[in-house]
């Protein structure tokens, strides 16, 4: 009889569950705000048409849009060369014009066709005048990567990263890019995408678990983004908008400052906390970029995937 009662009344809370899950979703296709919406996602239900007929079809970005923030430096900057790659125009958005200049030379270079522009964004009017005017450049946009992001100082081991000695600015300064930034780049990123765009946030390995490496607001904020990430994935799923968070664990870019992370001991440092024994190199993160961005990627969201070298993975085994 107990054991009745408990498999009713699991099963009573289980189906409520499962009912407030199915609320989320469109009961039926009439429930679709969008009429090509009901056409894109009744498409994509349709396994033979979404099948690529060749590895660069299932890759391929051509006659896309794409918008990459912090695209100046370190992973933007392979972000926004690898969506090039695969033939979508690209909008550079950074603080820092000088960067700007040389990431879009280069690209150009290739033969990608880029449209750079100075914005901050953890100015909500900055970022959305800069996002609208590459939309208007480009004639539409379907892919954005919220990547800008900064550290600002050490983790609990220096007397500047512990509970008491943090400075106020410095919290400030990195809620303001790292989280105010990216909710402003979601919210206007998601009223300029076109119905079935991509959106994916840079977070990090450290909004995972705790990282003695970096401070309280970074480790705060990266955890905060991923939910965002979260709770914008079943309010974009009804347009066919997927959104994904990535998970970087350390890579040689310039956000400890120009060319600190290439140094041998800080090198040797962090490779002591990976299992693959070294830091990785921005060209490392193309391929998962590429992956979320493209339709390789086309039941995927709401997820946050590590590329770490095997960091979490030791951090599960302790
Ligand atoms: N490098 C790593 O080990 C690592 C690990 C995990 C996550 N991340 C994340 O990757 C993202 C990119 O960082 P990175 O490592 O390439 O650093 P980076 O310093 O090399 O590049 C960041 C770029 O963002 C720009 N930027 C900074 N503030 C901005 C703002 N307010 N508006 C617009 N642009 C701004 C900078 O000018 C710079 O060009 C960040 O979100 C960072 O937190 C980096």
Do not use: C
């Not at 396994?47 to 690529?52: F, H, S, V």
């Not at 270079?109 to 750079?116: D, E, I, L, R």
Request: hydrophobic share 45%.
């Amino acid at each position: 009889m107990p054991v009745i009662w408990i498999t009713n009344t699991l099963w009573g809370k289980a189906s409520k569950a499962i009912q407030r899950l199915a609320s989320l979703r469109p009961p039926d296709e009439s429930d679709y705000r969008h009429k090509d919406v009901r056409t894109t996602m009744s498409t994509a239900r349709t396994a033979a048409d979404t099948t690529p007929r060749s590895i660069q079809e299932l890759f391929d970005l051509t006659g896309e849009t794409a918008v990459v923030t912090g695209a100046g430096s370190g992973l933007g900057k392979a972000i926004a060369e690898i969506l090039a790659l695969a033939g979508a125009q690209v909008g550079l958005i950074d603080v820092n014009q000088d960067r700007l200049a040389t990431v879009g030379a280069g690209i150009e270079a290739n033969g990608g066709k880029t449209f750079s522009l100075t914005a901050d964004v953890s100015d909500s009017t900055s970022i959305a005048s800069a996002i609208e005017d590459i939309k208007d450049h480009f004639g539409g946009l379907n892919i954005v990567f919220a990547n800008a992001g900064i550290s600002r100082g050490p983790g609990f081991q220096e007397a500047e990263g512990t509970l008491t000695g943090t400075r106020r600015e410095d919290w400030n300064a990195v809620v303001d890019v790292n989280l105010n930034g990216v909710f402003n780049t979601l919210g206007v990123a998601s009223g300029a995408i076109a119905d079935g765009g991509r959106i994916i946030v840079t977070a990090s390995t450290a909004g995972l678990r705790a990282d003695p490496m970096v401070g309280y607001a970074y480790v705060a904020t990266k955890a905060a983004v991923l939910n965002i990430v979260r709770q914008a994935a079943l309010e974009l799923a009804p347009r066919n908008i997927r959104i994904n968070a990535i998970a970087p664990g350390p890579f040689r870019t310039n956000i400890a400052g120009e060319g600190a992370l290439d140094a041998p001991e800080l090198n040797s440092m962090w490779a002591q906390t990976i299992p693959l024994g070294r830091m990785a190199h921005p060209e490392e993160l193309k391929g998962l970029a590429l992956l979320l961005a493209s339709n390789a990627s086309s039941f995927m969201t709401g997820g946050a995937y590590a590329i770490d070298g095997g960091a979490l993975a030791l951090s599960h085994a302790h």
